[in-house]
């Protein structure tokens, strides 16, 4: 059986229906999808590029300045 990339369509409807309760998308997506997936909200995901690009900018400056 090969998996999918999307969602299922249960989990599209659970997250409909989490919305209608939380009037929240956030709050919605992550009430149903498992942790396990490792989704995080794109502010987060964001942050944590920058933090992981500014990281690397400051190995190579530390290898420059040697």
Avoid at 27 to 44: H, N, Y
């Amino acid at each position: 059986c090969k998996r999918a990339d999307g969602l299922p369509c249960v989990a599209v409807f659970e997250i409909i229906l989490a919305y209608l309760e939380k009037r929240d998308w956030k709050e919605a997506f992550f009430s149903v999808l498992p942790q396990r997936k490792g989704a995080v909200a794109l502010e987060e995901a964001n942050d944590l590029s920058r933090q992981a690009v500014s990281g690397k900018e400051d190995e190579h400056d530390d290898s420059d300045s040697s």
